[in-house]
């Protein structure tokens, strides 16, 4: 079953969807699925659901990525491909359910985990960018903050100025040479988190 499960996720990246669609709905056809199994194929046919059409994981709504985490907090090769869309692009970080239960409660499972969305969150669009790059992110109220574009070589090539109250700050790169950067939010003069960017005119 791995075999299919794989051959439908690269059909869905290269954009065959009828045919990674196609795939993934033979297998209850071509195996006999135990219960795991069949729980296993239900998370992934929805987790197929809500990425296909999906251009851009970065520009899921609200309720799209609520979706997503929930396929997140299940078990198996879904949730694990769930909890790592969120990790790369929305800035989340999965840790294990550290939670007592009380008297009455079951004890949770050992694979229990909960997604925690930091503070401070960035992330740059388009991505490749042409002529200008677009910074969406969230800090909180007071904060000062900059974003720091820093070269393969590891030199600093510009450090952008960002307002709170924004949350998207747009950026001349025609003057930037074509390759990858990495961009850093930095606020209160601590780095915070990373991107990377690529850049081509």
Do not use: C
């Not at 033979?26 to 006999?32: G, N, Q, V, Y």
């Not at 309720?63 to 198996?76: C, F, K, M, N, P």
């Not at 009380?102 to 401070?120: C, D, K, M």
Request: avoid cysteine.
């Amino acid at each position: 079953m791995q075999p299919h499960y794989l051959q439908a996720d690269i059909l869905l990246q290269a954009g065959q969807e009828e045919a990674a669609e196609t795939t993934l709905f033979s297998i209850p056809e071509t195996f006999l699925l135990t219960e795991k199994q069949q729980a296993e194929y239900n998370n992934k046919l929805a987790l197929f659901q809500l990425l296909s059409g999906q251009a851009d994981i970065f520009k899921l709504d609200s309720l799209e990525v609520v979706a997503l985490s929930d396929i997140a907090q299940l078990e198996g090769l879904a949730a694990q491909q769930a909890r790592n869309l969120l990790n790369y692009a929305y800035g989340g970080e999965w840790e294990p359910d550290h939670s007592l239960p009380t008297a009455v409660e079951e004890r949770p499972a050992v694979s229990a985990s909960t997604w925690h969305r930091p503070q401070a969150v960035i992330r740059a669009f388009p991505n490749p960018a042409e002529a200008t790059v677009t910074f969406e992110f969230a800090i909180l109220a007071g904060e000062k903050a900059s974003v720091r574009l820093i070269n393969a070589m590891g030199r600093s090539v510009a450090d952008i100025p960002l307002s709170p109250q924004a949350g998207l700050k747009e950026w001349d790169v025609s003057g930037l040479a074509e390759g990858v950067y990495w961009y850093q939010l930095w606020i209160d003069n601590k780095p915070g988190p990373v991107g990377k960017l690529a850049i081509q005119h």
